[in-house]
């Protein structure tokens, strides 16, 4: 019997690893690809699992691909792609805490407004209109409050890992504007994990569900403080420093422990993720650093398996019809509610014109997260297939114009400051 077993595991383990193999090949040849087109890679490895499968389905039949991806493969390539999302994002947080972007008070607070509160406000009216318009293809069957507070969070969100990679690839990573942008979206995304969680909560169409993942949350904060306090105890801080290895894979077994917890519960697993990689205490060894950082690229190698997967449940089905200008009015309002917003929130800060246009750029840099907090709307049948699509291109389109628009904005200041005459030494205005 248990030799029967183990050939049922193996039976079930290779064509697991051809298809993660396939998929990871893929993935990363589309990502290397957007990176010699000046794009992070995040955007073709997206690209690949919304539009591969569906491609090789038109090409090669249904069938075919069916047959390679089996729901029993398909279900563990899932599990892979979460196993590797929740590592990701628990170091990138990690790393964030350990080289925080420096707050500055009250303007940095008028720029969180500014990036959240229209698009918040911008979300909610949209999901308002689509909820009175009646398209079920936009509008779903979900709740109205939960409807809402999701669609309002993927309008308010930035890509914190994305914007990241955006900062280094630029050397702007511990510019002004950098530091500024990488504080703000830190602050806006830990408010949109939580926003996620209730909305998730309240998709049960009942309080107590509501109000359960409203305590299960403070509950999960609490815990993580109590876990930051105990790491930073004598004992944690000594095997930290002679075993930095050691302590990583231990806080990738809890990183996986909190999202177990966290999905358990019925909230994505990506907030326990999180909050683990916030309560870790900053590093104290470069031993530990690369220790942490190899974790973080195991994360980020398997996550385009993420991508991949979501894309072939997505588009399993045929997509309903949508209206063009439905579809019109959600991607300006999700673009316009963030952009003006941030614009505004540094006018008010006071910062000078180029600061504000490179921050209202970067800021609506949504990319890698508002992907993932999409695809948890989807998996909770919140948002349907057609907005999914809407709300992923305005993602993929924003982030891919970043770059871009960030170079024609140092264009114009370099032509402003050589069309600018020398002022006079002496001469004080």
């Not at 974790?295 to 991508?307: E, K, S, T, W």
């Given at each position: 019997m248990s030799t029967r077993m183990l050939w049922q595991s193996l039976a079930q383990a290779v064509p697991t690893l051809v298809a993660a193999a396939v998929v990871l090949t893929v993935a990363h040849a589309t990502g290397r690809a957007a990176r010699l087109l000046h794009q992070p890679m995040v955007i073709g490895e997206v690209a690949a699992g919304l539009f591969f499968v569906p491609l090789m389905n038109t090409l090669v039949g249904g069938d075919a691909v069916a047959g390679f991806l089996p729901p029993g493969v398909l279900g563990a390539l899932g599990f892979v792609g979460e196993v590797g999302l929740v590592m990701f994002l628990a170091t990138v947080a990690h790393e964030i805490r350990c080289h925080p972007a420096g707050l500055r008070g009250r303007s940095v607070a008028w720029v969180v407004a500014g990036t959240s509160v229209p698009a918040l406000v911008s979300g909610a009216l949209v999901a308002s209109w689509l909820s009175w318009q009646g398209s079920p293809a936009l509008r779903g069957s979900a709740p109205d409050l939960a409807f809402a507070l999701l669609l309002a969070d993927a309008f308010m969100i930035t890509a914190v890992p994305v914007l990241a990679r955006l900062l280094e690839d630029r050397a702007m990573a511990r510019s002004s504007v950098g530091s500024v942008a990488m504080t703000a979206a830190l602050i806006v995304d830990v408010v949109g994990w939580f926003l996620l969680a209730l909305a998730i909560g309240w998709a049960a169409n009942d309080m107590r569900d509501s109000a359960h993942a409203a305590v299960v949350v403070v509950i999960m904060l609490a815990t993580a403080g109590a876990l930051h306090c105990g790491l930073r105890s004598g004992p944690a801080q000594r095997l930290r420093a002679e075993r930095p290895a050691g302590f990583a894979v231990g806080f990738g077994c809890l990183v996986l422990t909190a999202a177990a917890v966290s999905e358990h519960y019925r909230l994505t697993g990506v907030l326990g993720a999180l909050l683990v990689g916030l309560a870790l205490p900053s590093a104290e060894t470069p031993r530990h650093d690369r220790a942490m950082r190899s974790?973080?690229?195991?994360?980020?190698?398997?996550?385009?398996?993420?991508?991949m997967t979501t894309g072939?449940?997505?588009?399993?089905?045929?997509?309903?019809?949508?209206?063009?200008?439905?579809?019109?009015?959600?991607?300006?309002?999700?673009?316009?509610g963030k952009t003006a917003g941030t614009?505004?929130?540094?006018?008010?800060?006071?910062?000078?014109?180029?600061?504000?246009?490179?921050?209202?750029?970067?800021?609506?840099s949504r990319g890698l997260t508002e992907l993932v907090l999409l695809q948890?709307?989807?998996?909770?049948?919140?948002?349907p297939a057609p907005l999914f699509l809407v709300l992923a291109a305005v993602a993929l389109v924003s982030t891919m114009a970043t770059g871009p628009l960030l170079t024609v904005i140092d264009g114009c200041e370099a032509r402003g400051r050589q069309a600018t005459p020398p002022r006079p030494k002496g001469r004080r205005q």
């Open positions: 974790m973080g690229r195991i994360g980020r190698f398997l996550v385009p398996v993420y991508f072939i449940y997505l588009l399993a089905k045929p997509l309903s019809a949508v209206s063009w200008t439905a579809v019109a009015v959600v991607a300006a309002l999700a673009v316009v614009y505004a929130g540094a006018w008010i800060a006071g910062y000078p014109r180029a600061f504000r246009l490179r921050l209202t750029v970067l800021m609506n948890v709307g989807y998996t909770a049948s919140i948002v």
